[in-house]
Nanobody, 122 residues
């Protein structure tokens, strides 16, 4: 059974940084594209960042561009999300996902983690 497990969330202040990790187990995800999504209370899940496993091409939502960096370590079967200059509006549950298609659409991702809470206080 393939599994994705996120870690690294927490409570921080405005302007702080956090690094989220997403470790895959159960199968090799070297042929899958990775993505990070987030969902705030009362809002729909939204795309944050994506990365192709083969070339490492990264793409971002406009709201996080320049502040967040997605990366991956194929040898460790892990995807990271470095979040800098955090704002209160970044508060959400963050989910990692893996799928065959590099996309901003959540429905195209096949595997999902359980989520990790990120709270940014003002």
């Amino acid at each position: 059974q393939a599994q994705l497990v996120e870690s690294g969330g927490g409570l921080v202040q405005t302007g702080d940084s956090l690094r989220l990790s997403c470790a895959a187990s159960g199968r090799t995800f070297s042929n899958y594209n990775g993505g990070w999504f987030r969902q705030a209370p009362g809002k729909e899940r939204e795309f944050v960042a994506g990365i192709t496993w083969s070339s490492g091409y990264a793409y971002y939502a406009d709201s996080v561009k320049g502040r967040f960096t997605i990366s991956r370590d194929n040898a460790k079967n892990t995807v990271y999300l470095q979040m800098n200059s955090l704002k209160p509006e970044d508060t959400a549950v963050y989910y990692c996902a893996a799928g065959n298609v590099a996309s901003r659409a959540a429905m195209l991702y096949r595997y999902w983690g359980q989520g990790t809470q990120v709270t940014v206080s003002s």
